[in-house]
Each structure stands twice: as structure tokens, then as C-alpha cells.
């Protein structure tokens, strides 16, 4: 249980398009869904949160209109680059928080997606 | 909000030897502490957790241990394997909302055969 997929694995574009990449929780309900951005051999660093139905919330220094988060259901969640460019490029992974099983307690565990490799050329 | 120090930052241990690194956090609020595994390329893959409520907790070679007054814990990794080389990170879920995780900087463990 608790398997969180993210779509695409990897994506080339070139500068100025935008890209969307969405993350799914396959067997649980993810009532909060949280955007990372990694760089090569660094740490997670939170974008944004996103709650089911309510707007996203976006770590200082994140630009909320360059990156756009749409949580439209209790198992997707999208990311939506606008306007990439080469700064973009980036690992950019998903984790869903939320209930495992029916009746139960929203879990404190975050389940990472796979990530998207994005290279804007 | 809340910071998480890591340390150290490599580590290299020799097959069979113990490994121990370990976190302190700044937020006393803070009541979970997950510690993630990820090799390269891949997603963070949960290995261990511990609650503020619990001082020590063990899973076969793996243990964590808190100490909520220090606010410092600690992930020990007995008997490594070669594939225990990965990178971990510590994080700290804060008394705040969503369960927002704040990570360490990460550890790059490499077990020599």
C-alpha cells in the first residue's frame, strides 16, 4: 500500500513552453500533497503544500505563478512549469501524505513519487 | 520555522561495521521524525520513524533514537551491507500545520565490501 506514482519520469522541452507533471496516489487518499525541487547531490527542498481543494501554499522565494499546483482531487496532484528555462532544469519530486485505510487517521508519513527529471534546453 | 542539521555529510564505513548519523532540530514543537533512504536517481524511500512519544525504536539492523531534550536523533545502522550505500536523510515534521517535513542536508553513506 501507500504507492504514489508521478508522471512523466522525464520530460525535454525547450526554453519558454510549459511543462505539467502530475502526481498520483494509486491506493490511498491523499489529503495533502507536497512539490520538492532537488538538485544534484543536495537535499528536498520544499515548494509548495497543497491541501485537496484549496490553494496551494508556497515556501518563501517560490514564485506561485511560475509554478502552478492544482490539487483537484484526493489522489492528483499537478505542477505546472510556466515559461521554463534552462534554470528550471531540475528533479522535481511529489510526496502524498494522507489515509491509508478507510477510517483511519491521516498518516504523518510522507510517500515520495518516482520524480520527474526536467531538462530545459 | 523549523531547521534540521545533518551530520556528517559522507560517511564510509567498512562492510559489517556500524554506521551512526545523526540530526538536531530546532522546533521543540516538533513530534515526528521520519529517516528516508535515497540511492541515486530514485525516489526517498521511508526506512525507519520515531514519534516524540518514544525514545528509541528498532527494525532489524536499523534503529533511531530521540532525545527530545537535546533535540537531537539519530539513525544507527548495524552490520551495513554494500547495499546500504545511498544517501539518508533526517527530517522533522513541526507542530505546525499539513505535516510540512523540513530535511537535513543528507548523508552519503558508502559501505567498502
Known sequence: GAVVSQHPSRVICKSGTSVKIECRSLDFQATTMFWYRQFPKQSLMLMATSNEGSKATYEQGVEKDKFLINHASLTLSTLTVTSAHPEDSSFYICSARGVLERGGLVTDTQYFGPGTRLTVL | ?????????????????????????????????????????????????????????????????????????????????????????????????YGKLTFGQGTILTVHP
Not at chain 2, 545533518?6 to 529517516?35: M, R
Not at chain 2, 554494500?82 to 539518508?88: G, I, K, L, R
Request: glycine share 6%; aromatic share 8%; charged share 25%.
Open chain 2, 1 to 97: 520555522g523549523e531547521n534540521v542539521e545533518q551530520h556528517p555529510s559522507t560517511l564510509s564505513v567498512q562492510e559489517g561495521d556500524s554506521a551512526v548519523i545523526k540530526c538536531t532540530y530546532s522546533d521543540s514543537a516538533s513530534n515526528y521524525f521520519p529517516w528516508y533512504k535515497q540511492e541515486l536517481g530514485k525516489r526517498p524511500q521511508l526506512i525507519i520513524d520515531i514519534r516524540s512519544n518514544v525514545g528509541e525504536k528498532k527494525d532489524q539492523r536499523i534503529a533511531v533514537t530521540l532525545n527530545k531534550t537535546a533535540k537531537h536523533f539519530s539513525l544507527h545502522i548495524t552490520e551495513t551491507q554494500p547495499e546500504d550505500s545511498a544517501v539518508y536523510f533526517c527530517a522533522a515534521k513541526g507542530g505546525t500545520s
